[in-house]
Structure formats: C-alpha cells, structure tokens
C-alpha cells in the first residue's frame, strides 16, 4: 500500500536555526506532493506543492521543499525558524492511481525555543 | 473572499444523538471532502463527493452520512452509532482536471465533543 512518513513526530529548534521536517513516500510513479501546516484550533493550509517540472518549490512563509525521486523523498525546509512558525505540518502525496485521495503522513509539531 | 465554512465552531452532544456539521464552499470546486482528525493519528477520510448527487466512502465512514444537493454544500451527519465521535472534524474541497482531483482547500475545522 502506498505510504507517506514524516521521520520525527515531534522537532524542536530554536529560534533563527534551520528547519528540517521530513517526508518520505513510497510510489512507483512519482507522485504529485503536498506540505500543509496546521495552527491550533483551525484548518490546514497550503504551504506548497510539487507536481512536475522543477524539483525545488517554494511555498510561503519562506519555506521550500525538494523533490528527490531517488530517495523518495520531499523534505521541507527554512533556513531561519520564527517563532510563528511553531504549528504542526503534514506531508500528503496524491497518485496518479488514487486520483481522488490523499496519502497523508501523520504529521510532524514544530516547537520554536526563544 | 472565496473559502470554505464550516459551522458550528465547538459543538457538543449528549450520546445516542444525532449532528449535522456543516461545510459550505464558494470556490466552484467539484470535489469536496470530509476528514476526522485525532491526536497522532494525523487525517483519515471519512467521505468525499466528486459531482452533485454523489460521493464514496472513504476510510472510516461507519457512523457517518452525508448528502450532496448542491455543489457548493457537504453536511456530514454524526450518528449514533459512531461509536467514538469526538474529534475534530475538517471540511475540505477542490477543481477536478481531467479526471484528477487538484490542490484541496481546507475550512477552519469543527471540534465535536460527545458528553
């Protein structure tokens, strides 16, 4: 069955280090991939998504993520954390054989130490 | 502003009752989406509807209906035989391109808690 992992259900850093979430999925066929965060209490939002073309994306609030086929992976990244940026965040995959559902990981809770 | 509602908020239920969530969306988007969302255990479908008229049960759809009248309304009703119901609960929707369902849009969420 096909599978998303975010390594790590709980990251800490503090405040102007580097943030690394990361997103593993297993696919044959590359898939179509998503990175949501989540405040408390409310929806989730779009950070950013790769579907073909430029294995680089950027999203919002200065995040960016990279497609790498050969290690399946889509890892998320900032290079300077805020405080704000404390907030859960899932990674999502969408095949092209289960066009009508997301594979969510279980999610990963940023902490930002002052 | 496009986006999507949902109402109410907070909701709270004596057990044996039914509850309606509602999901409300001006996007024009053809898909629309129920999730449940418990503590680490991340989102899990409970039901999706990709036209009018239509939807399919997702992952854990036992103790949950729900109807698609219209293209821009998705109300998920909690039954009574849910047997554990309390959680958050998230409304999502999205554009169908050639027969692949895009990017999906979230609304703010409703935290049912069962008394």
């Known amino acids: 069955a096909q599978s998303v992992t975010q390594l790590g259900s709980h990251v800490s850093v503090s405040e102007g280090a580097l943030v690394l979430l990361r997103c593993n999925y297993s696919?044959?066929?590359?898939?179509?991939l998503f990175w949501y965060v989540q405040y408390p209490n409310q929806g989730l939002q779009l950070l950013l998504k790769y579907t073909t073309g430029a294995t680089l994306v950027k999203g919002i609030n200065g995040f960016e993520a990279e497609f790498k086929k050969s290690e399946t992976s889509f890892h998320l990244t900032k290079p300077s954390a805020h405080m704000s940026d404390a907030a859960e965040y899932f990674c999502a995959s969408l095949n092209a054989g289960n066009n009508r559902k997301l594979i969510w990981g279980l999610g990963t809770s940023l902490a930002v130490n002052p | 502003d496009g986006g999507i509602t949902q109402s109410p908020k907070y909701l709270f239920r004596k057990e044996g009752q039914n509850v309606t969530l509602s999901c409300e969306q001006n996007?024009?988007?053809?898909?629309m989406y129920w999730y449940r969302q418990d503590p680490g255990q991340g989102l899990r479908l409970i039901y999706y509807?990709?036209?009018?008229?239509?939807?399919q049960k997702g992952d854990i759809a036992e103790g949950y209906s729900v109807s698609r009248e219209k293209k821009e309304s998705f109300p998920l009703t909690v039954t009574s035989a849910q047997k554990n119901p309390t959680a958050f609960y998230l409304c999502?929707?999205?554009?169908?391109?050639?027969?692949?369902?895009?990017?999906?849009?979230f609304g703010p969420g409703t935290r049912l808690t069962v008394l």
């Open positions: 996007l024009n988007h053809d898909a």
């Open positions: 509807s990709q036209i009018v008229n239509d939807f």
């Open positions: 999502a929707s999205s554009n169908v391109r050639g027969g692949q369902t895009d990017t999906q849009y």
């Open positions: 696919s044959s066929v590359p898939p179509y």
